[in-house]
């Protein structure tokens, strides 16, 4: 039930305490100065005139102590008042029965406010501090009596304008208590209404759940449990303050950190394999959410330890000038996003790459504070580990933080351990903590390359994988505007006609250079042809990696002869060789456009094929000529003859993988065509909607095209038709026009 009351009437019939489990008391903080002086105004001015209600305040009771859950605050506040208004007289014995129970010295302060004598003049807000005998050193350093101080100082500075006022006038000053019984556990608890019907933010039921799990789960005793409700209320909370929101929030990027962090130690601990991880319902409900709720069990008194020192130890929520150039957009701490408005508490994400570097960096923590060598070392090698692992998805993610976790026990000498050649028990991503080892062993023989290493590392096409730039078993000098020029030209292709590709493919003529075999395709049919990478745009970097790698100098010689976009359209334009296999793709742009991922086609019989599209088991082809004529039709019948015909693109199905150029001229026919590969023609077929009804598609062509002209009735109902190209346009045109 509801009952209004002012702080006497409450005090009076209550012994009231600020559970352990609560924040601090923090409308004193140096950010709120501007609200705290509105509401001591604000509250002033009620006073002097009709009152004010400040809506309900919520509490539970039990053996005449009432424990207030939302309104800390405000009572705080009121109970500061009358404090205040009474210095210079005696203290009513109802003053005694407000309480801090967040933590001793907040409670010993408050009972020497009213049982010690003081002046407002005793207190030095810079130094969080009583010029008093009775005022404990330590003290300073409990942010409710630095908030306490510095509102005492506010409600003394505003008292000016209203000389008059007295504690009576504080009974003017009313709210609507609110006791709720039979709630249980502090789950339950925590999750009530406040004042506007709105529950209580997740951070508030984050902490009443986490220190209920760490006593009943976790067997803290009540000292442990204090250290932890203390580091989560100050230490901790000044880490993540650094952050704080324009409305000066934290408790999303508190949760979201937390989340990922014990996250993290489940997957590094689970014995379960990457697949089972991916398919635990305690994964699924934890991945992606900020709830503490969903990620309680998988919080261990090991892993608050290691969180612990993992916040103990870090010297600056800002890490990114430690870690490589190509690592951007990466919050160790999660940051509030620049457009967030007053609803919108969206946070800086996290990826799953970015996850594994979260990671690393908890790990070297865990250890230490950064030193920067060792620090920036260890992030160089994980993350050029990490960005060259091939993360797409649960199971590698999962790969990649179980890689990073054995690696760092060794992160604050990680050259010495790979140069040592000692055993890595992780499989994944072989190829780039093989190029770490080598490129370790190096740099302790010759520091100085170190620096040339990490040069060539940031250039944004390598994203630590230089591997590629060893000749014959040697490191060599390289050309950094080679390898940007190189970005840019990739970055830049197909927004320019793919210049690029098609002047390397003219240039090498030749698939044993360029274009390179993407190797067997598991889960193809062994009759598939063989497929070829022509390398995609940026993103398909790791392939572009595998063109140079496979003949590097004759790339690095191509670019010699092409500075520019003229080179590489003269080398087009110059390139005559008709019976080339690439001559087509070479000499029309467009046949890129109707590739899958416009970087792959097949070579089958020294015939280029289109993959237009490229999923395993439902791959599709075409060949240039089908793709061409099919343009040439639409350029040419495009709004001519038949009305409502339209012209389409089929990639094909499962059962004919082959891509065909359709005519559907009305509602019932329709006309297919394609090139036959094996008799070297293109062949017309000629079908009905409705394949119960052949006379429409048969009576168009004999009254457009008089006689029968190898005209052929195939098993499934269809009409074929072969010839040449000039042959096919010629009966297309007389059957459109």
Same mark, same amino acid.
């Given at each position: 039930?509801?009952?209004?009351?002012?702080?006497?009437?409450?005090?009076?019939?209550?012994?009231?305490?600020?559970?352990?489990?609560?924040?601090?008391?923090?409308?004193?903080?140096?950010?709120?100065?501007?609200?705290?002086?509105?509401?001591?105004?604000?509250?002033?001015?009620?006073?002097?005139?009709?009152?004010?209600?400040?809506?309900?305040?919520?509490?539970?009771?039990?053996?005449?102590?009432?424990?207030?859950?939302?309104?800390?605050?405000?009572?705080?506040?009121?109970?500061?008042?009358?404090?205040?208004?009474?210095?210079?007289?005696?203290?009513?014995?109802?003053?005694?029965?407000?309480?801090?129970?967040?933590?001793?010295?907040?409670?010993?302060?408050?009972?020497?406010?009213?049982?010690?004598?003081?002046?407002?003049?005793?207190?030095?807000?810079?130094?969080?501090?009583?010029?008093?005998?009775?005022?404990?050193?330590?003290?300073?350093?409990?942010?409710?009596?630095?908030?306490?101080?510095?509102?005492?100082?506010?409600?003394?500075? +505003? &008292?000016?304008?209203?000389?008059?006022?007295? /504690? $009576?006038?504080? =009974?003017? @000053? !009313?709210?609507?208590?609110? *006791?709720?019984?039979?709630?249980?556990?502090?789950?339950?608890?925590?999750?009530?209404?406040?004042?506007?019907?709105?529950?209580?933010?997740?951070?508030?039921?984050?902490?009443?759940?986490?220190?209920?799990?760490?006593?009943?789960?976790?067997?803290?005793?009540?000292?442990?449990?204090?250290?932890?409700?203390?580091?989560?209320?100050?230490?901790?909370?000044?880490?993540?303050?650094?952050?704080?929101?324009?409305?000066?929030?934290?408790?999303?990027?508190?949760?979201?950190?937390?989340?990922?962090?014990?996250?993290?130690?489940?997957?590094?601990?689970?014995?379960?394999?990457?697949?089972?991880?991916?398919?635990?319902?305690?994964? +699924? &409900?934890?991945?992606?959410?900020?709830?503490? /709720? $969903?990620?309680? =069990?998988? @919080? !261990?008194?090991?892993?608050? *330890?290691?969180?612990?020192?993992?916040?103990?130890?870090?010297?600056?929520?800002?890490?990114?000038?430690?870690?490589?150039?190509?690592?951007?957009?990466?919050?160790?701490?999660?940051?509030?996003?620049?457009?967030?408005?007053?609803?919108?508490?969206?946070?800086?994400?996290?990826?799953?790459?970015?996850?594994?570097?979260?990671?690393?960096?908890?790990?070297?923590?865990?250890?230490?504070k950064i030193n920067e060598e060792s620090f920036k070392r260890?992030?160089?090698?994980?993350?050029?580990?990490?960005?060259?692992?091939?993360?797409?998805?649960?199971?590698?993610?999962?790969?990649?933080?179980?890689?990073?976790?054995?690696?760092?026990?060794?992160?604050?000498?990680?050259?010495?351990?790979?140069? $040592?050649?000692?055993?890595?028990?992780?499989?994944?991503?072989?190829?780039?903590?093989?190029?770490?080892?080598?490129?370790?062993?190096?740099?302790?023989?010759?520091?100085?390359?170190?620096?040339?290493?990490?040069?060539?590392?940031?250039?944004?096409?390598?994203?630590?994988?230089?591997?590629?730039?060893?000749?014959?078993?040697?490191?060599?000098?390289?050309?950094?505007?080679?390898?940007?020029?190189?970005?840019?030209?990739?970055?830049?292709?197909?927004?320019?006609?793919?210049?690029?590709?098609?002047?390397?493919?003219?240039?090498?003529?030749?698939?044993?250079?360029?274009?390179?075999?993407?190797?067997?395709?598991?889960?193809?049919?062994?009759?598939?042809?063989?497929?070829?990478?022509?390398?995609?745009?940026?993103?398909?970097?790791?392939?572009?990696?595998?063109?140079?790698?496979?003949?590097?100098?004759?790339?690095?010689?191509?670019?010699?002869?092409?500075?520019?976009?003229?080179?590489?359209?003269?080398?087009?334009n110059n390139f005559s060789d008709e019976e080339s296999k690439?001559?087509?793709?070479?000499?029309?742009?467009?046949?890129?456009?109707?590739?899958?991922?416009?970087?792959?086609?097949?070579?089958?019989?020294?015939?280029?094929?289109?993959?237009?599209?490229?999923?395993?088991?439902?791959?599709?082809?075409?060949?240039?000529?089908?793709?061409?004529?099919?343009?040439?039709?639409?350029?040419?019948?495009?709004?001519?003859?038949?009305?409502?015909?339209?012209?389409?693109?089929?990639?094909?199905?499962?059962?004919?993988?082959?891509?065909?150029?359709?005519?559907?001229?009305?509602?019932?026919?329709?006309?297919?065509?394609?090139?036959?590969?094996?008799?070297?023609?293109?062949?017309?077929?000629?079908?009905?909607?409705?394949?119960?009804?052949?006379?429409?598609?048969?009576?168009?062509?004999?009254?457009?095209?008089?006689?029968?002209?190898?005209?052929?009735?195939h098993e499934n109902h269809r009409y074929t038709y072969k010839?040449?190209?000039?042959?096919?346009?010629?009966?297309?045109?007389?059957?459109?026009?």
């Amino acid at each position: 039930m509801t009952t209004k009351y002012n702080l006497e009437k409450l005090l009076k019939e209550y012994k009231v305490e600020i559970p352990a489990i609560q924040r601090d008391f923090a409308f004193g903080r140096k950010e709120v100065k501007d609200k705290r002086e509105k509401f001591v105004d604000d509250l002033y001015m009620a006073m002097s005139q009709d009152g004010i209600n400040l809506d309900f305040i919520y509490g539970k009771e039990e053996n005449g102590i009432l424990t207030v859950l939302d309104g800390q605050q405000r009572i705080t506040i009121l109970w500061l008042f009358a404090v205040y208004l009474s210095k210079n007289n005696s203290m009513p014995d109802w003053f005694s029965n407000f309480t801090y129970d967040t933590r001793i010295s907040s409670r010993e302060f408050c009972q020497a406010l009213i049982s010690k004598k003081w002046s407002v003049n005793d207190i030095d807000e810079e130094s969080h501090k009583m010029d008093v005998k009775w005022f404990y050193n330590s003290w300073k350093y409990d942010p409710t009596i630095s908030s306490i101080l510095s509102m005492i100082k506010t409600i003394d500075e +505003k &008292k000016s304008n209203y000389p008059n006022l007295n /504690l $009576s006038d504080l =009974n003017k @000053v !009313t709210f609507s208590f609110l *006791e709720i019984d039979k709630l249980g556990q502090p789950e339950e608890l925590y999750l009530k209404m406040n004042s506007r019907g709105k529950a209580l933010t997740p951070f508030e039921n984050f902490k009443a759940d986490f220190l209920e799990h760490c006593k009943n789960n976790l067997n803290y005793n009540d000292d442990e449990l204090s250290i932890i409700s203390q580091k989560i209320d100050t230490t901790w909370t000044d880490i993540f303050w650094e952050n704080h929101s324009v409305n000066y929030e934290i408790d999303e990027i508190y949760l979201a950190f937390l989340s990922r962090f014990f996250l993290n130690e489940w997957i590094i601990n689970s014995d379960l394999s990457a697949k089972q991880i991916e398919n635990s319902e305690i994964f +699924k &409900k934890a991945y992606g959410s900020d709830s503490f /709720l $969903s990620i309680k =069990n998988m @919080v !261990t008194k090991k892993g608050i *330890e290691k969180l612990s020192n993992i916040l103990d130890n870090i010297n600056s929520t800002n890490l990114i000038e430690y870690l490589p150039k190509f690592v951007s957009k990466f919050h160790f701490i999660p940051r509030y996003n620049d457009k967030k408005s007053e609803s919108d508490g969206l946070i800086s994400s996290l990826t799953q790459i970015s996850r594994v570097v979260f990671v690393a960096i908890s790990n070297y923590l865990y250890e230490s504070k950064i030193n920067e060598e060792s620090f920036k070392r260890w992030m160089r090698v994980s993350c050029n580990i990490i960005y060259n692992a091939d993360i797409t998805n649960v199971q590698s993610m999962t790969g990649a933080i179980r890689l990073i976790n054995e690696l760092s026990q060794h992160s604050h000498n990680i050259y010495g351990f790979l140069a $040592s050649n000692a055993e890595i028990k992780s499989s994944l991503a072989v190829d780039q903590v093989n190029e770490e080892i080598e490129k370790a062993k190096v740099i302790l023989e010759d520091p100085n390359l170190e620096i040339k290493f990490v040069k060539a590392e940031s250039i944004e096409f390598f994203n630590g994988r230089i591997r590629d730039l060893i000749l014959d078993g040697h490191w060599v000098e390289i050309d950094i505007n080679f390898y940007k020029n190189f970005h840019n030209f990739i970055s830049n292709d197909e927004n320019n006609t793919f210049i690029f590709r098609r002047a390397l493919l003219a240039y090498n003529n030749d698939e044993n250079i360029y274009p390179i075999p993407s190797g067997k395709v598991r889960g193809r049919p062994n009759n598939a042809p063989d497929e070829y990478l022509l390398g995609g745009d940026i993103n398909a970097r790791n392939e572009w990696l595998k063109i140079i790698s496979h003949d590097n100098q004759k790339i690095v010689e191509f670019f010699k002869l092409h500075a520019n976009d003229d080179k590489l359209k003269q080398t087009i334009n110059n390139f005559s060789d008709e019976e080339s296999k690439f001559y087509k793709l070479i000499k029309h742009p467009n046949l890129f456009g109707y590739m899958d991922n416009k970087n792959k086609i097949f070579i089958k019989d020294k015939k280029v094929l289109i993959e237009t599209n490229d999923r395993v088991q439902a791959y599709r082809y075409s060949n240039c000529e089908t793709i061409l004529l099919f343009e040439k039709l639409r350029d040419t019948f495009q709004g001519k003859g038949i009305e409502g015909k339209s012209f389409e693109f089929y990639s094909g199905d499962s059962e004919n993988r082959q891509g065909v150029a359709c005519i559907t001229l009305h509602d019932e026919i329709a006309i297919d065509v394609k090139y036959d590969e094996s008799e070297e023609k293109y062949c017309l077929i000629l079908f009905n909607r409705n394949p119960e009804n052949l006379s429409p598609s048969l009576n168009l062509w004999n009254e457009r095209i008089p006689g029968n002209n190898g005209l052929k009735l195939h098993e499934n109902h269809r009409y074929t038709y072969k010839g040449n190209e000039n042959e096919v346009v010629s009966i297309l045109d007389k059957l459109i026009n």
